[in-house]
């Protein structure tokens, strides 16, 4: 009850920023988007979303839309605490408010800071800032990549180092921490946990003038009991236990690697980012890129993009004929192989109010559930030959 | 009535097309402090929190309230935009990074480079405080 609440000042108390002491920053960031989406027997969701526009909504304004408030005290001229809330849908398909950062930043000596406490996830280019979407380019991140790694916040400390280097700077960023999250069932109600421990990431980011570019290679423990695939996990475990034990989502080590590139200047913006997953489990291996370009003209920026996302297939096998045969099977119910073309346009109404429209063509290679974002499939979606898709999302970003 | 819009046509091409002479802006601090003058990049480095000090000397950048100001000095130090100012800072401020320069009327910018010897801001060059000092002129 009482974070419930502290939630709710954090989120009430941006309209008081005026009157703050320069000690007390108050801000917020919000986003009211809606979204259609042609298919009619899946949803384009998220990976905490339930649900989306198409199977379950004609037109979803849940899918994008969130507000949160943010309040950054400073407790001494090297120590810093940010707390910030945010509403917004959650798999449970509530709205719920909750905690998205409550950390404290220590910086002793101007090239280093140590973060302790609830801090989000930095292996993409803007995955730290995903929320408040207005800094970015899109009406949300690419699922093909950001998808690819589920958890947004993380509990536990991160170090940051800053060396300059020539005209830019390099910030090397060693993250520890843990996190647990709920993901919705697909068409069902009620919610699987997944827990994740002893994350260990290394972040390396170089800036320079317009250009920026980052690296990062993550580890951490997942464990996970999928409804849908325990049954066949239980199975293979039964005809061959040394396949069923590596199947098992349990403490299994997941590796990612991500790779971005981006150009930002006045005129252009450029951006491109890669990532990898990787474990020796049922939770099948993926990887998706993308590569967009934007050009402003005054306040209005057009753009377009390209992303593409594959499952890269089996880490699990089994000598067993029988066991092989459940083993694929689990692997096929995971396929998703999509290409989509996005093209949109931007226009800020003030420099903290952008109007956003975009564009998604979908294609889903054929005998596959679609789209990493596809959710909620009904008994007749043609996994065979999915059928290509249109996305198109309206929204304003705004933070204050 | 034609005549006068046709008039009124030519006057706003010529307008568009003649020089604009910007204003110049100057960097200033405390008349005793100790800071020696700044390049560009210095300068843009401390507004934007890349930096906190320059030569072991701590300072305080202060931010205008003044909109035209504010965009006048970050696009002849940054060559930014107000627009990609603030995306600049939202990415620091909610990912709990960092969080912007104190934003305040320039009267009271100015009286408190008078009593803060660390303190660092902007006006424009025509109204240079007479006992402050300079640290930078911008174009």
Redesign the interface.
């Known amino acids: 009850m009482i974070r419930r609440y502290l939630l709710i000042l954090t989120l009430l108390v941006p309209a008081l920023a005026a009157k703050a002491d320069?000690r007390l920053?108050l801000?917020g960031?919000g986003t009211l988007g809606a979204a259609w989406f042609s298919n009619e027997t899946a949803d384009f969701s998220t990976n905490t979303q339930p649900i989306g526009p198409g199977r379950s909504k004609t037109i979803d304004f849940g899918l994008d839309s969130r507000l949160?408030g943010?309040a950054?005290i400073e407790l001494g001229k090297h120590l810093?605490f940010?707390l910030?809330g945010i509403i917004q849908r959650r798999p449970g398909r509530d709205f719920k408010p909750e905690v998205s950062?409550a950390?404290l930043?220590w910086h002793p000596v101007?090239n280093f800071?140590l973060?302790l406490g609830r801090?989000?996830d930095?292996s993409f280019l803007?995955s730290?800032?995903r929320?408040?979407n207005?800094?970015n380019p899109w009406v949300r991140p690419p699922p093909e990549v950001y998808g690819l790694i589920p958890l947004i916040y993380e509990d536990g400390l991160d170090a940051?180092w800053r060396q300059a280097i020539g005209?830019g700077?390099l910030d090397l960023s060693l993250s520890l921490g843990r996190g647990d999250f709920s993901v919705a069932r697909s068409n069902e109600a009620g919610l699987e946990a997944v827990d994740i421990r002893q994350t260990q990431r290394l972040v390396a980011r170089w800036q320079g003038g317009n250009w920026q570019a980052k690296a990062s290679y993550g580890t951490r423990q997942l464990s996970y009991a999928p409804a849908a695939l325990q049954p066949a996990i239980d199975m293979v475990t039964r005809i061959d236990p040394a396949s069923g034990a590596q199947l098992a989502i349990q403490d299994v080590a997941l590796q990612t690697w991500t790779l971005g590139l981006a150009y930002?200047?006045?005129d252009w913006l450029l951006m491109a980012e890669w990532a990898q997953r990787r474990s020796v489990s049922a939770f099948a291996d993926a990887s998706g890129a993308y590569v967009l370009a934007g050009y402003r003209f005054g306040?209005t920026m057009p753009y377009a993009g390209i992303a593409r996302r594959v499952t890269d297939g089996a880490s699990v096998s089994s000598r067993n004929p029988l066991a092989t045969a459940i083993i694929d099977e689990i692997y096929a119910s995971q396929e998703r192989k999509n290409i989509t073309l996005t093209l949109g346009l931007n226009v800020?109404l003030t420099?903290?109010v952008i109007l956003r429209s975009q564009i998604d063509f979908i294609r889903a290679a054929d005998n596959t559930w679609g789209a990493g974002p596809y959710n909620n499939h009904a008994p007749d979606y043609n996994d065979q030959h999915p059928p290509r898709e249109r996305l198109i999302s309206v929204g304003v970003d705004f933070?204050f | 009535m034609k005549h006068l819009l046709s008039r009124l046509f030519v006057c706003t091409l010529l307008s568009l097309g003649a020089p604009v002479q910007a204003e110049q802006i100057a960097l200033i601090t405390h008349r005793d402090s100790p800071q020696r003058e700044l390049n560009r990049q210095e300068a843009a480095d401390l507004f934007l929190g890349k930096r906190q000090s320059l030569d072991g000397q701590s300072l305080n950048p202060i931010d205008i309230s003044d909109e035209q100001l504010q965009a006048h000095f970050y696009d002849a130090v940054a060559d930014m935009s107000l627009t990609r100012l603030k995306a600049y800072w939202a990415r620091l401020v909610f990912s709990g990074q960092g969080r912007p320069p104190p934003k305040i009327a320039l009267n009271i910018a100015v009286d408190r480079i008078h009593r803060d010897s660390a303190a660092v801001t902007y006006v424009y060059a025509s109204a240079i405080p007479r006992d402050a000092k300079v640290l930078l002129r911008l174009q």
């Open positions: 320069e920053m801000s960031f949160g943010q950054d810093q940010t910030q950062l950390h930043r101007e800071s973060r801090t989000q930095n803007a730290e800032y929320l408040a207005l800094p940051n005209n700077h930002d200047s006045d306040q800020a420099p903290t933070i």
